[in-house]
Structure formats: C-alpha cells, structure tokens
C-alpha cells in the first residue's frame, strides 16, 4: 500500500550534495525561501567556516539540521588506517555537535584487499568504538548500507539485513540506520527488513531520489524522483508502517542537475517531492 501524497512541505529535507553548485549559506538562503523545512550538511561545505556560528545561521533561516554527513570509512588492510579513520569520525561527531546536528549518518567503507567480512567486523569494531563518544556529545550515528555496485572501497554494508545484523549486534540506542532508495529499493527483503527496524525502533534518516534507466554513471547519475524507477512513495508507505515519522531527504548525485540552474532544480524537487515522494 503506498503512503498518502504530501500536501505540504513540512518534512522536506534537502541535501546541500543535491544542489552541490551553492555554497551552504547560498543553499540555506534558497533552501528557507523555498518553504523548505530541513537541511542536511555535508562536511566539505564546512571548510573554512565556525560550524558554531553555521549552525546559528542555519537555525537563523527557520531551518532544521537533520544530519551530517558523513562518518565512516572504517576498513583497512592498514591498522594505522583504521585508527586515523576513528581520529576522523570522532572529528565528524565533534562537528556534528558543534552544527547542532542531532546525528552523522555512516559510509561504512570497505577495502578491496580483504574479504568483505573482515571489512564487515572492522566495521563493527570501529563503530563500537565512537559510540560511547558520540554518546558524551548527544550525537546518534545511523548505518547507511549501500547499493552492492559499492562494495569494493565504499561499503561493505550492503543490505538493509545486514546492516540491521550490525545495529542490533551494537545493541545501543545511538546507533541506527539510513534507509536510501537508491540503494535498496531492489532488494525483495527489503519490505520485511523495514519491518525489522520498526520493531527496534532504530530508522534514523529515509533518503530518497530515483535510478534512471540506463544509468551512465554509478556515482553522480541519479534521478530526480519520478525520473526513474523508484517505488518511492510505496517505500515510504513501508518506512511510515515501520513507524517512521521524520524527515524526508532529498539527496541526489546528479551532474545534470548540477548542471542547471540551482534555482530551477529546486522548484523541480519540490514538485517531485509532492508528486512522485
């Protein structure tokens, strides 16, 4: 059963990857006037910038911070590696708190010169480490799996099951996941998965955009939703079941978006935010 069309703009978020041409303060401005509710920050819009005074800003222009993103990137056939990527992710939750952002979503990693499940245990290790900081700082982390065309460098959390597995095993409140459509919308557990965290209560984010067919670049071709071949909205009725009530992120890699007028892109997201989300 798909979930209700929006009629308003009340739980739009939008990413500042998905109009990656601003600069944060450009897409905050735009974002507000927009109507639009929630910003999630990626770290490379920091640069050079007192998050304080950012988050401030932000707050300022009536918008909410969903998350910052990203952590993660725990694997490595390295154990200095692996060691300067907790030092990162610890930069990231101390960043996060700074912003006033209420959780970083996780890119787990993964290194291709290991067996994915040794990525995987590296993984749980690394995040079991950070939480009790995060902890200290009022910070949740949320597992983000990836489509399996990225298990090679960028995640080896691939599945909703499994990074379900890797949330309940960690057993803590301030660890949960990110449920990406891109990602996930092909895998036929995926319904029963999302069942699966509702009973732990543990869907932090929902992100969402479309998978064009053909598809000309596996990092930066994605669709604006309805563009594609997304079940968006039935997955959304899945994720509400589930008890899910936040955020809706639009989080869209897409040099032909970034091509056009920021502006234009904006109001196109938020018709197919009302039509096709």
Not at 38 to 44: F, K, L, N, T, Y
Not at 131 to 141: D, G, H, M
Not at 172 to 193: F, M, P, R, S
Request: charged share 25%.
């Amino acid at each position: 059963m798909k979930a209700k069309p929006f009629k308003d703009f009340s739980r739009l978020c939008v990413h500042t990857i998905t109009t990656k041409p601003w600069r944060i303060d450009e897409a905050v401005r735009h974002f507000s006037k927009a109507g639009v509710n929630g910003i999630s920050v990626w770290r490379d819009t920091l640069e050079d910038r007192d998050v304080v005074q950012t988050g401030n800003m932000i707050r300022d222009n009536g918008l909410d911070i969903v998350s910052l993103v990203r952590g993660g990137f725990f694997p490595s056939i390295s154990r200095r590696k692996q060691l300067e990527a907790i030092d990162e992710n610890k930069r990231a939750i101390d960043e996060a708190a700074e912003l006033g952002s209420p959780m970083v979503v996780l890119v787990c990693g993964a290194d291709s010169g290991q067996p994915l499940q040794v990525s995987r245990d590296q993984i749980k290790e690394g995040i079991a480490s950070i939480l009790p900081y995060a902890a200290e700082r009022n910070v949740k982390l949320a597992v983000e799996p990836l489509h399996p065309m990225y298990a090679d460098t960028r995640s080896a959390i691939n599945t909703l099951s499994q990074a379900n597995d890797l949330v309940e095993a960690l057993n803590d409140q301030g660890i949960g996941v990110a449920i990406d459509v891109y990602h996930l919308w092909w895998d036929q557990t995926l319904e029963k998965e999302i069942a699966r965290c509702g009973a732990h209560d543990n869907i932090f984010a929902f992100h969402i955009c479309d998978w064009l067919n053909p598809t000309k670049d596996m990092l930066t071709d994605r669709g604006l939703m309805g563009e594609g071949c997304i079940p968006v909205r039935e997955i959304r009725g899945w994720i509400e079941k589930a008890g899910f009530t936040g955020y809706v992120e639009v989080e869209i890699f897409s040099d032909r978006w970034w091509a056009e007028d920021q502006q234009y892109f904006l109001e196109e997201i938020k018709k197919a935010y009302l039509e096709c989300s």
